[in-house]
């Protein structure tokens, strides 16, 4: 494992590394998405190299979590050939105090609600910046939509009190597609006051998908801190 100079990578690391830490052998492990998520994937992989750990599958969430755990190392299954999931790792984008999520920063969120929902611990890793009081306050509500729908979908949400925008690609001209084949509407809420309810109901849109909110699914969150200059790890 790289050893980390820049604060915010050195956070990311070590709740990284302290999730994978928790990961028994024989588990079947959901690989969430994001640059967190791939310290802990990394973690995993070194732990089988040094044989600390053993016989570990891996249950992806996204492409990026199907090549980094090929790069190390951690043989792969599907939802069709197991019948639980032991423990997913993941990342969010926000955590409120009530452990609720906004995810899909890196448009993945409907494959990780699919394998962190299925899990029988769900731990989230952050750094301390991602957490807030209410969601919504710094992050837009990613929402995946299939590409025909995305106009009706957009004046749903307007109607809604969401103010919608379709995500475009970076180094790609265009929007960004999603590992299904779909597009992602990014939705600016004043404020998020019932994050069940508006899970449910912007799912009800015909031509969503999934979206970004993730209520109740959180058993762990793992908070990688600075403090008087030294990194920490928090847990609620
Ligand atoms: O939800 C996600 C991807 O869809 C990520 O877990 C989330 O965006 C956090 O990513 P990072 O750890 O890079 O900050």
Redesign the pocket.
Known sequence: MSVETDPAKIM?QQVGVAAAARVQSGSIVGL??????AYAIQALGDRLKSGDLKDIKGVPT?FQAIVLARRYGIPLVTLDEIDHIDVAI????EVDPHKNLI???????TQ?KIVDSLANQFIV??DSG?LVEHLGSTFLL?VEVIPMAVTPVMRAIVKLGGKPELRMGIKKAGPVVTDQGNLVIDVKFDRIDNPADLEKTLNNIPGVLEN?LFVGVTDLVLVGEIKDGQPSIREF
């Open positions: 990311k969430g998405t994001g640059s967190t998520t996204s993941d990342g969010a984008d995810k899909g920063g890196g448009a993945a969120h990780e890793v952050v991602k990613p970004g």
